[in-house]
């Protein structure tokens, strides 16, 4: 064997000791890193002074006087090398504004949108007391950000300058002290970062560099070995059918998946738990090899006469019952949720609502949420009479004891619970939360909460299964994809539509996620 000459050991031994110093500057401070600036910070008044002669402001807020109001202006961003998710707080970002108050808090600008919902939701959102703020554990993937926008009045009556971006320096600027962040990631750190533009010159020096020596090295040591794909990607064509409720989480993994790896192409189909895992077994019978290029979510196990698939847990996913905000009612319990079904209750007004007449919307009966409502909830099978094609009244079965109708995804059925006044039905919670004109309604004083300890009681919810036919095929990109179910990727977005990645076992109990 011939070994190496001299120019290419050094060329090498340049390359490596440029990508360690690299790597030392961006990544080993804290893979996982939060960086903030502070990009305005300024009172709220008028500018001449001399303009008090012309007219007088006042800044009111609930018909209080804010004096020596200020306005600040933070961003926060995931600027590491790794995602970070809800576990990786030790302890939540705080905000401490030094001599001040806050009165308010709003959130102007996030990528991805949906962190506003995080940042903002009623009783896990942002919060404040005094001059502490405290940030919400959200997960931020890489280069994820979001801004806070805080309305703040002095304790002491005092004003203060500011200096635009939160920098030190600069004639009559805020001292950086006023505003200082807190809080702890595991394996990571939170840093200020300077207000700049571009690249630091260090990080573009030594990319320089190593542009340079990789370009000789590739003439040295890499002609003719041709660079290979990640190990988490595979190419071709993919199908996953199945649970219409998991198909936004799903299509939005698909689409992480491919822009990850080229070459890898993903449906998303939602025809129904059952359905889908019907699709699944013919299409294993009839590929060659039994290797199709398919794979079913479903809200359930699969019945027993698909002895030939396998499936593994993938998320728990929370269910809500909702009503037409015209009802006037936003909690129920589990008793009379069974007497609307069952026929007793047919007015909202008996159940302490407005004078409506309840009209059920159900699911047809290849739903895997449908099976989880009467598993959890009903105890019992739902009434299959379909008395109504629309439900806005009886005209199929005049004489059924309930007016009822049925339809086949999660998105028909909030469509038709939010266009019917008096309709009941059920759905994921998510997509609930963001239909117009549909109430999420409490089960038994209870809400669904994606903190497995606070929703231990709240008794409706199932588990999302992924099955293949038989195992995949090694190196298959239905093997890969199964694998990348796993990824922080993907449990982040199962965390952003509200559900729990079996992934995290951290308080969840086995029993939940069992295969």
């Not at 840093?191 to 030594?206: D, I, T, V, Y």
């Not at 129920?332 to 059920?360: H, M």
């Not at 008395?387 to 009244?393: E, L, M, N």
């Not at 999302?464 to 090694?474: F, K, S, V």
Request: hydrophobic share 35%.
């Amino acid at each position: 064997m011939t070994l190496p000459d001299t120019e290419t050991l050094l060329a090498a031994a340049g390359l490596v000791a440029t990508a360690v110093l690299w790597a030392v500057e961006r990544f080993l401070p804290g893979r996982k890193r939060i960086g903030y600036r502070v990009q305005m910070d300024t009172p709220i008044g008028m500018n001449p002074l001399d303009a008090h002669s012309l007219v007088q402001l006042r800044l009111l807020r609930r018909d209080q006087e804010i004096t020596d109001a200020t306005l600040a202006l933070l961003r926060f961003e995931n600027d590491g090398g790794k995602d970070i998710v809800r576990q990786d707080y030790q302890e939540p970002l705080t905000v401490e504004f030094t001599g001040r108050t806050v009165i308010g808090v709003e959130v102007p600008d996030a990528n991805p949108p949906d962190l506003v919902g995080m940042l903002t939701r009623n009783g896990s959102g942002l919060r404040h007391s005094g001059g502490r703020l405290v940030v919400p554990k959200v997960p931020l993937n890489k280069r994820n950000h979001f801004k806070l926008l805080v309305l703040l009045s002095a304790d002491d009556g005092g004003g203060s300058g500011g200096d635009g971006d939160g920098s030190n320096g600069g004639g009559g600027g805020r001292r950086s002290h006023d505003v200082v962040v807190g809080g702890f990631i595991s394996g990571g750190r939170i840093r200020r970062n300077a207000q700049r533009w571009g690249p630091r010159k260090l990080s573009l020096g030594l990319g320089g560099v190593c542009i340079i020596l990789v370009g000789l090295l590739g003439g040295l040591l890499l002609n003719g070995h041709p660079a290979t794909a990640g190990g988490e990607c595979a190419t071709g064509r993919l199908t996953v059918d199945g649970s219409s409720a998991f198909a936004p989480p799903m299509r939005e993994i698909a689409q992480q998946y491919e822009a990850r790896c080229q070459g890898a192409e993903i449906e998303v189909a939602e025809s129904g738990s059952l359905a889908g895992l019907g699709r699944l077994s013919k299409a294993g019978k009839s590929a060659p090899g039994g290797n199709p290029a398919f794979l079913a979510v479903s809200d359930v196990a699969a019945p027993s006469i698909y002895q030939e698939l396998t499936g593994r847990p993938v998320g728990i996913i929370l269910l809500a019952l909702v009503v037409n905000e015209r009802t006037g009612v936003d909690n129920l319990t589990s008793e009379q949720v069974r007497g609307i079904y069952e026929g007793r209750y047919t007015n909202w007004e008996q159940l302490g609502g407005k004078d409506l007449p309840v009209r059920i919307v159900g699911r047809d009966a290849a739903s895997g949420t449908r099976r989880a409502f009467e598993t959890s909830v009903l105890r019992g099978s739902e009434p299959g009479t379909v008395s109504s094609y629309d439900c806005s009244g009886k005209d199929r079965d005049a004489a059924a004891r309930v007016t009822r109708c049925e339809v086949n995804s999660t998105g028909s059925l909030l469509d038709a619970v939010g266009r019917v006044p008096g309709a009941i039905g059920y759905a994921e919670v998510y997509a609930a939360a963001k239909h117009p004109r549909v109430t999420s309604v409490r089960l038994n004083g209870r809400e669904p909460d994606i903190e497995w300890g606070g929703q231990r009681n709240y008794p409706f919810w199932t588990v999302e299964y992924l099955y293949a036919y038989g195992q995949p095929e090694d190196g298959s990109l239905a093997a890969k994809f199964r694998v990348f179910m796993d990824s922080d990727t993907a449990k982040n977005v199962l965390r952003k539509y509200r559900h729990v990645p079996c992934a995290d076992q951290s308080g969840v109990p086995a029993s939940a996620c069992r295969p």
